[in-house]
């Protein structure tokens, strides 16, 4: 299998134009599906599936958003910001399928919102307006930051040495109130006794992830909304088996009947409504993977 990223001097030049918020969206939801669609070719032809024809990317610096000419100054003009995990297997662009200069970028464990964050995030919204028009939140499955404060919220004693560290117990801090809420949700679709099941904290983990990129879409969407108005902000999760950009928790590997990026929510109602959502779609997944492995 070849993949080709081909330059033509004499090709023409197709740059993508987003305009608004919704095609912004749409081209972040499709390139996360071109960058699935190559990795699982890839995986397909490890499998032993024949190469088939080469994929070739037209590619230019001036599509990358760099000079065309030696010496040229490119101007910042990302359509869109992103703040994400510092997570090593979450890097936006590429999950995005995107080059350089069409992201505005911030990734912090566990992809909260801190002051220095939103401070950027503001610059970003205040100064590169022309161009960017969706602010998103992108969280991940697996994530270490919301597994130690899942942890730190089942086993108070554990969490002493946690606690001693103050930058590190106030990254927790702030992922608290999405593990609370996510554990909240989980007992009101199963009941209390759901705490005692050995899969609760798999499933705590799981659930936490999206509420908490659900809670800094809504602290992000607040603290720009300030004025009155400002973008659009919306989340979504990077799972790192299906490599898709979701919306809600996968039940039975479908990826496809469902909103891949939400938009934030706008009160504390419209939080519960979602952390509920996830809630019933991560216990269906788990009844679904336990009736797999009876089966
Ligand atoms: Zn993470």
């Known amino acids: 299998m070849d993949l080709i990223y081909r330059y033509d001097p004499f090709a023409p030049i197709e740059t993508v134009h987003v305009e608004t918020a919704e095609s912004a969206m749409h081209e972040l939801v499709s390139g996360n599906d071109r960058f699935v669609g190559i990795v699982q070719r890839m ?20 599509m990358m958003g760099l000079p065309l000419f030696k010496g040229a100054l490119p101007q910042q003009s990302p359509f869109a910001a992103i703040l994400g995990c510092s997570d090593a297997r979450v890097p936006l662009e590429q ?20 002051a220095e964050c939103l401070g950027s995030l503001h610059y970003a919204v205040t100064q590169l307006q022309d161009s960017l028009k969706l602010v998103g939140v992108l969280g991940h499955s697996k994530c270490g930051a919301v597994t130690a404060a899942v942890d730190a919220y089942l086993s ?8 001693s560290t ?8 702030q992922i608290q109130i999405s593990v609370r ?5 989980i007992e ?46 919306v989340f979504g999760v990077y799972d790192l088996e299906t490599l898709h950009v979701q919306g809600y928790p996968t039940v039975g590997g479908d990826h496809t009947s469902q909103p891949r990026m939400r938009p934030a929510p706008k009160d504390a ?17 788990s009844r679904e993977l336990d009736a797999e492995s009876v089966g």
């Not at 397909?44 to 037209?58: F, H, K, L, N, S």
């Not at 999950?95 to 909260?112: C, P, T």
């Not at 990129?213 to 108005?229: C, D, F, K, N, P």
């Open 43 to 62: 995986q397909q032809r490890t499998m032993g599936a024949a190469a088939g024809e080469p994929i070739i990317v037209p590619f230019s610096p001036l």
């Open 95 to 114: 999950i995005f399928d995107q080059s350089f200069n069409k992201l505005f970028v911030l990734r912090i464990a566990g992809n909260v919102l801190g």
């Open 156 to 163: 108070v004693t554990e969490f002493a040495d946690i606690a």
């Open 166 to 173: 103050y930058p590190l117990r106030s990254l927790l801090d």
């Open 181 to 185: 809420g996510a554990a909240r949700a």
């Open 188 to 233: 009101r679709q199963e009941g209390p006794g759901i705490r005692k099941s050995p899969d609760f904290r798999t499933l705590l983990v799981t659930a936490s992830v999206y509420v908490n990129a659900a809670v800094t879409a809504h602290e992000l969407r607040r603290e720009l909304h300030l004025q009155g108005s400002g973008p659009e902000v």
């Open 269 to 285: 109602h419209g939080l519960t409504t979602y952390a509920d959502e996830v809630a019933k779609a991560v216990m269906a997944a």
